[in-house]
């Protein structure tokens, strides 16, 4: 099992910017995909997007498609998501996830282990 600590979250006005971190426990991080999910009060958790174990691959839902960036740093066990352009739809607790394959996938149910989720609020 793998420990995600998610941070980076916060009040941004509209059209403002933050940047999300993950960080992974356990020596195998670069062995897997990682993912951003969120989920706004009422509504189910959804996708946003995922990184393959190299870095190379990534893929977005299309709502945040050229506004999110989804990155990694393997020798520092983090996974990031920098959101440019946000607006109060983005309000949502974000959350990380280890992936269960090695490619980056969009099905919630390809993930594994979750971070406690950060709280990102976007005023308009």
């Known amino acids: 099992q793998v420990q995600l600590v998610e941070s980076g979250g916060g009040l941004v006005q509209a059209r403002g910017s933050l940047r999300l971190s993950c960080a992974a426990s356990?020596?195998?991080?670069?062995?897997?995909?990682m993912g951003w999910f969120r989920q706004a009060p009422g509504k189910e958790r959804e996708f946003v997007a995922a990184i393959g174990w190299s870095g190379a691959n990534t893929y977005y839902a299309d709502s945040v498609k050229g506004r999110f960036t989804i990155s990694r740093d393997n020798a520092k066990n983090t996974v990031y998501l920098q959101m440019n352009s946000l607006n109060p739809e983005d309000t949502a607790v974000y959350y990380c996830a280890r992936g269960r394959v090695g490619g980056p996938s969009p099905r919630i149910v390809e993930y594994d282990d979750w971070g406690q989720g950060t709280q990102v609020t976007v005023s308009s």
């Open positions: 356990g020596r195998t991080f670069g062995s897997y995909s």
